[in-house]
């Protein structure tokens, strides 16, 4: 393959890559949020991109790619059709654990290892962890509390709503729910958007790009679920440093733990909200 030919190739796939950023952004990260204009949702705008970027992947000639980018549509259209929110009712639990867990971990998972031929890496342990690893856990939980207390208490006092929470009776059932939802969604962002997007995108571009498109699938599925306002810029932030954590370290483990810390400090918040002075705990009513 000559020089001039492997640069249409490249060009071609980069094109491919933002369309289908582009189409995620539109599809789920716009989701819940209107659209331009009252008659036209966003999600409508973003299907074209999507087609258009498997068109040119498959134009490419790279069919590893191509593969790819039908797994990155899979995982769009998955979230497309599930109801992505804070309700911590038992059918919507069943739905995102069925929808999430089977529809954007597992197939996807079994098509790369035997369609694509390019299994998922699943690295959860990469040998000791140093002194800087561990003490990012205090830094990152100091940073996350400070971060989510002005964000709960000033930015967007009303944020809590999208995990909607009983006011009266019993909440200890309503309360575990959510603990253990925002704990299962913590893992499922890491597995799907580290370890699925992440991993796959860098074995065809350069670390830098394949992490800012990560961060883009990342933020989408969360400013969709909660976070509006001024959290999609963290959210962001955090999945720009949590695929540069997953590069240093290899450990999918480390990144989950870092990722469940900072939940526990969102679960407290959204309890606090509602509860001022959160005087609940695991064994009480």
């Given at each position: 393959m000559n020089e001039t030919t492997l640069s249409v190739v490249t060009f071609s796939k980069r094109v491919s890559l933002w369309l289908m950023t582009a189409a995620m952004v539109l599809i789920i990260g716009l989701k819940g949020h209107g659209g331009p204009v009252p008659a036209l949702d966003w999600h409508w705008l973003g299907w074209p991109p999507l087609v258009i970027s498997i068109f040119l992947a498959w134009c490419s000639g790279n069919v590893s790619w191509a593969k790819t980018t039908v797994l990155m549509a899979w995982l769009i259209l998955v979230l497309h059709f599930?109801?992505?929110?804070?309700?911590?009712?038992n059918g919507h639990i069943l739905e995102l654990a069925l929808m999430l867990g089977i529809g954007v971990l597992l197939v996807p998972a079994l098509l790369a290892k035997y369609w694509l031929k390019e299994p998922l890496d699943y690295s959860w342990f990469n040998g000791r962890w140093s002194r800087r690893m561990w003490?990012?856990?205090?830094l990152g939980f100091v940073l996350a509390f400070a971060f989510l207390w002005v964000y709960f208490n000033h930015w967007t006092p009303t944020l809590h709503h999208s995990w909607p929470l009983p006011?009266?009776?019993?909440?200890?059932d309503a309360l575990w729910r959510l603990f253990w939802g925002c704990n299962f969604i913590g893992v499922w962002d890491e597995l799907a958007?580290?370890?699925f997007v992440f991993v796959l995108l860098g074995r065809h571009f350069r670390f830098g790009e394949a992490n800012?498109?990560?961060?883009?699938f990342f933020t989408s599925f969360l400013h969709e679920m909660a976070f509006v306002g001024w959290g999609p810029v963290v959210i962001?932030?955090?999945a720009l440093t949590q695929g540069m954590t997953y590069r240093r370290t290899r450990s999918l483990f480390y990144i989950i733990i870092l990722h469940l810390m900072i939940d526990s400090?969102?679960?407290?918040?959204?309890?606090?909200?509602?509860?001022?002075?959160?005087g609940w705990h695991p064994w009480g009513g």
């Amino acid at each position: 393959m000559n020089e001039t030919t492997l640069s249409v190739v490249t060009f071609s796939k980069r094109v491919s890559l933002w369309l289908m950023t582009a189409a995620m952004v539109l599809i789920i990260g716009l989701k819940g949020h209107g659209g331009p204009v009252p008659a036209l949702d966003w999600h409508w705008l973003g299907w074209p991109p999507l087609v258009i970027s498997i068109f040119l992947a498959w134009c490419s000639g790279n069919v590893s790619w191509a593969k790819t980018t039908v797994l990155m549509a899979w995982l769009i259209l998955v979230l497309h059709f599930t109801r992505i929110d804070g309700d911590t009712t038992n059918g919507h639990i069943l739905e995102l654990a069925l929808m999430l867990g089977i529809g954007v971990l597992l197939v996807p998972a079994l098509l790369a290892k035997y369609w694509l031929k390019e299994p998922l890496d699943y690295s959860w342990f990469n040998g000791r962890w140093s002194r800087r690893m561990w003490m990012w856990f205090p830094l990152g939980f100091v940073l996350a509390f400070a971060f989510l207390w002005v964000y709960f208490n000033h930015w967007t006092p009303t944020l809590h709503h999208s995990w909607p929470l009983p006011l009266e009776g019993p909440r200890t059932d309503a309360l575990w729910r959510l603990f253990w939802g925002c704990n299962f969604i913590g893992v499922w962002d890491e597995l799907a958007f580290i370890n699925f997007v992440f991993v796959l995108l860098g074995r065809h571009f350069r670390f830098g790009e394949a992490n800012l498109a990560q961060a883009f699938f990342f933020t989408s599925f969360l400013h969709e679920m909660a976070f509006v306002g001024w959290g999609p810029v963290v959210i962001f932030a955090f999945a720009l440093t949590q695929g540069m954590t997953y590069r240093r370290t290899r450990s999918l483990f480390y990144i989950i733990i870092l990722h469940l810390m900072i939940d526990s400090v969102l679960f407290y918040m959204i309890a606090n909200q509602w509860y001022p002075g959160f005087g609940w705990h695991p064994w009480g009513g």
